[in-house]
C-alpha cells in the first residue's frame, strides 16, 4: 500500500532522501512513546523529539478547557443577543453543534489517518491530489499558523478585559481605559506563558486540574443562577427573535448570530496540535475530538438555557457598564458585589487557562510548519530544546506576537477584535479544504490511510454536511456586527485575511515553492 501521494500511483516515491530527515527511534521507549506511535512517525517521516507525556485524561482536558464552550458563549453572548435575540441564539446553537460535530468527526477521522502536530496543511498534503498537494498544504499551514497566534491572543484578552469588568463592578469611581486592557493583556500572556516554558514538564497534571475547573465551575455557576435567578417567559424565550443590530430582518441578524455559538465550539483540531506528545495519538485523539464535541456542546446548551432564562431585562443587562452582560447578571441574581466576583473570577481562571492551553497549540503548529521549511527562518522556528522538550523558539515567538497583538488595543478595540474575526477566518478555511481533499478522494473511489475510527459508508454524508456548513460560517465571519457600518465599525477581517494570503503568496512565489515540498514527500512507502 501506498501511503504517500496519490495512492492509486504507485510509482509516487518520496523525492527526500532518507538521510535529510532521519528518523531515530532509539530513544522512543524514554519518550513513552508506543508501537502504534513509533511506526506512524516513521510512516510521516517524522523524528520523535517531543515525551509523550500526555494521556486520555489531560488531553481530553487540554481540548475541553480549549474550546471553552460555555464560558465563551457567556464571554461573547452580548454579539448573539443583539444579532437573533435569546431564540435565534438558542436555535443557532443547536444547528451548530450538529454541524460542528460533523466537522469535528470528519477531523477525528484524518487524526487517527495522520496524527502529527502539523494537523491539517499535514492531511491536505497526504489527501489533496497530486498536482495541488504543494500549494494547498503551504496556504493552509499559512492560515493556520495565522489562526493559531491571534488565538492565543484573545483569550488573554478575554481573561483581562473580564478583570476590568470586575473593576468595574468593584470601584465606582475607576475609569475604564483601553491601554489598561492592554497592560492586563500583557500580565495575563507572560502568567501562560511560565506554565508554557517552566512548567512544560507539568502541563498534563495542569490540564486535568484545570477539567475540573471546567466541569466544576459549571456547577457553581448554574446552580445559584437555577435557585436565585428570576424565571423569564418560556415563550419568548424560545419564539421571539431580534434585530438589535437593525438589519432590517430577523432571518438575516440571526444567521450574523451566528458567529457567537461558531467561536464557542471552534477549536476540537487543538489537540491535533499536540499529537507527538500524546501517548496512543492515532487511538487517542479521535475518541478525545469526539467526546469534546459532545460533553462541551451539551455544557454550552445547559448553560445558555439558564442564562437566557434568568437574563431578567435584556437591555439593561446588555447596556452593562462591565461590558459583559453575565457580570451584570450574576450581581442582578445573587445581589452581591462579592457574590458575583466570586463567580465570574471562574470565567477569568477558564479564560486564562485557555490562553494556556492556546499557547501551547500555537506553538506547536507554528514548530511544525517551520519543520516541513514553510516558513521564513524555520530552523529557528523547529528548534527544540534537549533539557525542556519543547519548541522553545516557538512559544517565545507566540508570546512576542501576543504582546504585540495586545497593544492594538490601546489604539482601538474595534481593530484588536478584528484579529478574533481573522483567526476564525482561518481556521474555518483550514477545515474546510482538509476535508473537502477527504471528500474529494470518497467521491473519486480512492483509497484512505489506515485508521482506528473510521466513518465508513456514511464518511462522504458526514463531509459532505460538514462542507457546506463550512461555507456558511466562513461566509458570516466576515460579516461586520451591525449594518451601514463607519470605517470604525466595519469587519475587516475580509482585507486582512486576503493581505495575509497574498503576503503569503508573494513569499510562496520568490522562497517557498523553492524550498518547501510539502509533508508527503517526507512520508515512506509501506513495506
Known sequence: ?????????????PTVSEHQYHVDDTHNDEKNATAQDIEDMKRMGKKQLFRRNFGFLSIFGFSMILMNTWQALLGTIAFGLGNGGTAGLIYMYVIVVVFFSLVNISMAEMASMAPTAGGQYHWISEFAPRSQQKFLSFVVGWLCTL??????????????????????LNNDNYVYERWHGSLLTIAVVCFVAFFNTFLSRHLPLVERLVLCLHVGGFICIVVPLWVLGPRGNSHEIWTVFADGGGWGSTGLATLVGLITPVTAFLGADAAVHMAEELK???KTLPRVMVWTSVVNGALGFVMLITFCYTLGDLESVLSTPTGYPFIQVFYNVTGSKGGATAMSCILVLSATANGMTNMATASRQLFAFARDKGLPFHEWFAYVDRRWEIPVNAVFFTISTSTLF??????????????????LAALLSSYLISICCVALRRVRGQRLLDRSFDLGRLGLLINGGAIAFLLLALVMSFFPGAPHPTITTMNWSCLAYGGVLIIGGIYYAFWARHHYIGPVEYVRKSA
Not at 501506498?2 to 509516487?12: E, L, R, S, V
Not at 492565543?152 to 478585559?161: E, H, Q, R, S, Y
Open 1 to 13: 500500500m501506498n501511503f504517500g501521494g496519490n495512492p492509486t500511483d504507485p510509482a509516487h516515491v
Open 280 to 282: 496512543n495519538a492515532s
Open 406 to 423: 495586545s497593544l492594538i488595543n490601546i489604539g482601538s478595540t474595534v481593530a484588536f477584535n478584528q484579529i478574533l474575526s481573522l483567526g
Open 147 to 168: 489562526g493559531w497566534q491571534s488565538g492565543t491572543a484573545i483569550g488573554c484578552f478575554l481573561a483581562a478585559t473580564e478583570i476590568q469588568g470586575l473593576i468595574v
